[in-house]
């Protein structure tokens, strides 16, 4: 059964570097997503990706935070210059879109750590 | 602003009886309603989705009310096994965009005892 992948499992990084988190969203879904949760914290919306652009974004997506889907098959999240508080698992998600298909699909998720 | 309150406390239920999770929701019209489980660790997995004019869906042992007057669901998981543990997430969707962000609640951890 088709799945969304995510790399790397578990990044570290120490505060004002880069990082990109990868997803490889299912492959006939069209529109994507990147959530996050803190830890003990609920799912929270980041952004949401359709058409080669981004369709929604949150108050947590700010100008450190951008998305990209550089090739037919990857979509990343790449964040600026992170934060302590930027430490938390981010989860790319995907729906087929069409109508009645509103469920989306989850990754396995990328831990962030940084230090 | 919007709010979506799920049961904090575990619920904890013995092996075969029904377990009846509780979504409340405020200052929202979602267009409709879905249902994940979040293993430890893992990304949530979607269970079950509800349109604001269904009142009941079922999936096998799972089933889902929504009241709209009530701004409510219900999620019951009968003859519950150990392998139903696991923290259920409600999560409403958008009311303008059919395929936009999800705004999920904190989720209710249910533990099924032998």
């Known amino acids: 059964e088709p799945e969304v992948t995510q790399t790397p499992s578990h990044q570290v990084t120490q505060m004002g570097q880069e990082v990109i988190l990868r997803c490889v969203p299912i492959s006939n879904h069209l529109y994507f997503y990147w959530y996050r949760q803190i830890l003990g914290q609920k799912v929270e919306f980041l952004v949401s990706f359709y058409n080669n652009e981004i369709s929604e974004k949150s108050e947590i997506f700010d100008d450190q935070f951008s998305v990209e889907r550089p090739d037919g098959s990857n979509f990343t999240l790449k ?3 992170t934060k ?5 698992m981010y989860f790319c998600a995907s729906t087929p879109g069409g109508a009645g298909h509103y469920e989306q699909y989850f990754g396995p998720g990328t ?5 | 602003s919007q709010k979506i309150e799920q049961n904090s406390e575990a619920l904890n239920i013995q092996e075969g009886k029904t377990a009846t999770l509780t979504c409340n929701y405020t200052n929202y019209s979602p267009a409709y309603l879905q249902w994940y489980r979040q293993d430890p660790g893992r990304g949530p997995v979607f269970l079950l ?3 604001e004019n269904e009142k009941e869906k079922r999936k096998e042992r799972l089933k889902v009310t ?3 007057t009530l701004k409510q669901s219900l999620f ?4 519950s096994q150990p392998a139903d543990s696991a923290t259920y997430l409600c999560a409403l969707g958008s009311p303008t965009d059919s395929w936009g962000k999800l705004q999920f609640g904190a989720g209710t ?3 099924v005892t032998p």
Request: charged share 25%.
């Open chain 1, 79 to 81: 964040i600026r210059s």
């Open chain 1, 84 to 88: 302590l508080e930027d430490s938390a």
């Open chain 1, 111 to 115: 831990r962030l750590t940084v230090t």
């Open chain 2, 49 to 51: 989705l509800i349109r």
């Open chain 2, 66 to 68: 929504f009241d709209t």
């Open chain 2, 76 to 79: 019951h998981i009968t003859a």
């Open chain 2, 109 to 111: 951890q249910v533990v």
